[in-house]
């Protein structure tokens, strides 16, 4: 067993399969996983447990809206709040802007170790 991380990611991903690996992926590592199958239920939950999340890990394209546009929503209300995005398109233009240093980006697919790893560099980046 992995040592406890004890941070929280709300993990927002529309494909249920890719959404229960990533999910597993994190668990194992002892993260606390919120899942969300789209931006209005990863809204809600950020309504409920907003001070309580350490990452916003969210795909890209989306239904209801892309998940830039989640990112700075919920952003706009926790301006420290880290985001990894995650997306199997390469073209640039589906891709956020990353000018924010609390922000990153993961390409589709990934390993579960690469994963694990941007997830650790993200959470030790200090706000």
Do not use: W
């Not at 990533?22 to 809204?43: D, K, Q, T």
């Not at 939950?45 to 350490?54: N, S, V």
């Amino acid at each position: 067993m992995i040592e406890s991380a004890a941070e929280t990611i709300l993990l927002v991903e529309d494909e249920d399969a890719v959404r229960a690996v990533v999910s597993a992926i994190l668990r194992r590592r002892g993260y606390e996983v919120l899942e969300a199958p789209r931006p209005s239920v990863a809204c809600e939950i950020f309504d409920r447990r907003g001070p309580e999340i350490d990452l916003l890990l969210t795909d890209i394209v989306m239904p209801e809206m892309n998940g830039g546009a989640l990112a700075a929503r919920l952003i706009a209300r926790r301006p420290e709040l880290r985001v990894l995005f995650i997306s199997g398109y390469t073209d640039s233009t589906t891709q956020p802007s990353l000018g924010n240093p609390n922000t990153s980006f993961l390409s589709k697919p990934f390993h579960a170790a690469a994963l694990a790893a941007r997830v650790a560099e993200m959470l030790e980046r200090r706000p």
